[in-house]
């Protein structure tokens, strides 16, 4: 057999240098400080001034859960909405090819905070317009649930920028996969499903996880639109303090935690995933 | 052998943009025969295997595999689970260990459960002669193991007939050897194979029709023998002249 040839140790046999910071215990180390210091300024902050901090906390909690709650269930739909948009920009049906494309190229190119306040401004407007000229009173009474706007809002935009990330990612693989795939008997969505999406879920990862992080900052823009998450709650809390530092010092911590924990959990995804090509 | 032919092969013409890749080529092969085609590259032979399993669209004529016309999408689904494919890259899907490259269409596609795919995976590895490598990923494994799994995981389908795409072109020459005595022993057992390749032993000791392609077209066919040894078509004889060292 051929083993013999393959596991020949290479001449030798010393264990390679390692690079200053580069094992993994030393960026975990990294990580844990940057976490205790963040968590350890909120601690302090709390002790040094219990009165203005820890009612600050208590005050945003509910915005906090609204934050994060708009962010996971936007993110999950944004993964759907991505994945359709990816697989329509690699169409070769025409129609849908340009569809997704349209889709893509118009809604980077327009600021998510105006597409923010155009869903929850102008479409209501329109869908009541619909229902007037179609005589359907449930449609011209139409009330935009704030969160729900914002939510599609969040993933109409996130979607697009999602959409070229798998794109990118099912492109990166071979060829050869799908057309070894499809030579077993498989039909397009199940190789997709088992031997493509498989295979690129995990080069996609890392700027998933990215997606993720940036669509929890951006969602401090939904405060804008009448939702009450935490940046919202913020500026409510102000406005009756008047404390500027004070306020949107923690809430910039607060946000910091939140992005902090969240990039730890990318990074244990990304390394649990590993695989050897 | 019977007459007759399950593939069959009418007067196809492919296209890439302008170039004419094939141009009316026609050929039958029968059940349990084995087809080696040569030719220089760019003359069309990988084009033609891959247009049998249609993973290569052709824009005239006709193929039949099995009696089944290759015109719809349901239909060239059906021919692929009776058509077996072994790439010149293996292919072998990098994220799964040997044995579920070779369960997960016999499952998905076959509808066959874990314990017999399994079965049919662990006798198909003993053929090929690396059992011990069922747990192993792609990547571990030399190129000749890879190519013996790809020819593994074809089989798995059960399938009825073979292709082969210069299965031994990206191989290490000391690894040819042992994708060739898999092949030539599939051919003993009478697969119906078609073989892209340019190694003339194989050739000479399988084949019962040896097929030289020259830009697009079928330039010659003969046996082995007669093909290496006594072509009558010119360009047949400078191909070979180069290429028999």
């Known amino acids: 057999m051929t083993e013999q040839l ?54 945003v909690w509910d915005g906090i859960q609204i934050t994060f709650g708009v962010t996971v269930v936007a993110f999950v739909l944004t ?13 070769k049906n025409r129609f849908i090819y340009g569809a997704a494309t349209l889709y893509v190229e118009l809604i980077r190119g327009i600021p998510l905070l105006v597409q923010l306040i155009w869903w929850y401004f102008a479409f209501p407007v329109i869908i009541q317009g619909l229902g007037r000229s179609l005589g359907v009173d449930a449609l011209s009474n139409y009330q935009a649930p704030a969160i729900a706007m914002a939510v599609l809002g969040l993933v109409f935009c996130y979607g697009a920028y999602m959409s070229e990330i798998y794109r990118a990612g099912i492109q990166s693989i071979p060829k050869g996969q799908m057309e070894a795939a499809r030579s077993l008997g498989m039909n397009y969505f199940q190789a997709m499903r088992y031997v493509i999406l498989p295979q690129a879920v995990r080069v996609i990862l890392p700027p998933v996880g990215n997606e993720f992080i940036a669509l929890l900052k951006d969602s401090s823009l939904v405060s804008v639109v009448a939702v009450t998450d ?9 406005s009756t303090h008047f404390n500027p530092i004070e306020t949107w010092t923690m809430v910039a911590l607060l946000y910091l ?7 730890r959990i990318v990074g244990w995804l990304e390394r649990r995933n590993k695989f050897e090509r | 052998m019977t007459n007759e032919p399950i593939i069959r092969i009418k007067n196809v013409h492919k296209y890439f943009g302008h170039v004419h890749a094939l141009q009316g080529v026609s050929l039958d092969v029968s059940k349990g025969e084995v087809v080696v085609i040569v030719g220089p590259s760019g003359s069309g032979k990988s084009t033609l ?3 049998i399993n249609r993973l290569e669209e052709y824009d005239e004529g006709e193929i039949v595999v099995d009696g089944i016309p290759l015109d719809s999408a349901k239909n060239i ?5 009776e058509v077996g494919m072994v790439f010149q890259q293996f292919n072998l899907f990098p994220n799964m260990t040997v044995k579920e490259n070779l369960t997960l269409a016999q499952r998905v596609i076959r509808k066959r459960t874990a314990e017999e795919a399994g079965e049919i995976a662990d006798q198909l590895l003993i053929k090929v002669g690396i059992p ?23 089989l798995a389908m059960s399938p009825k007939i073979m292709l082969f795409d210069e299965p031994t072109s990206a191989l290490d020459p000391e690894m040819i050897k042992e994708v060739l005595d898999v092949m030539l022993a599939l051919a003993q057992e009478g697969m119906t194979m078609v073989v892209v390749s340019h190694e003339m032993g194989f050739a000479r000791n399988a084949a019962n029709r040896a097929i030289l392609m020259d830009a697009g077209q079928i330039v010659e066919e003969a046996t082995p023998d007669i093909l290496f040894t006594a072509p009558t078509h010119p360009r047949t004889k400078e191909f070979l002249s180069k290429v028999l060292h």
């Open chain 1, 230 to 238: 935490l940046t919202r709650r913020g500026r409510e809390f102000m």
């Open chain 2, 132 to 154: 011990e490598k069922s747990d192993a990923y792609p990547m571990q494994l030399s190129g000749g193991q890879q190519q013996r799994v790809a020819i593994a995981r074809a």
């Open chain 1, 79 to 91: 993964l759907l909405a991505g994945l359709l948009g990816g697989l329509g920009r690699l169409s």
């Open chain 1, 257 to 263: 935690v939140m992005t902090l924990l969240s990039a």
């Open chain 2, 77 to 81: 689904n059906e021919v692929r689970k």
């Open chain 1, 6 to 59: 393959k596991s020949k140790p290479p001449a030798g046999d010393k264990p390679l240098a390692r690079i200053p910071g580069a094992e993994p215990s030393a960026r975990i180390d990294a990580w844990w400080w940057l976490v205790a210091i963040v968590v350890g300024l909120i601690i302090l902050l709390v002790v040094i001034d219990n009165e203005t901090y820890w009612n600050l906390i208590v005050f």
């Open chain 2, 49 to 51: 295997l891959r247009c």
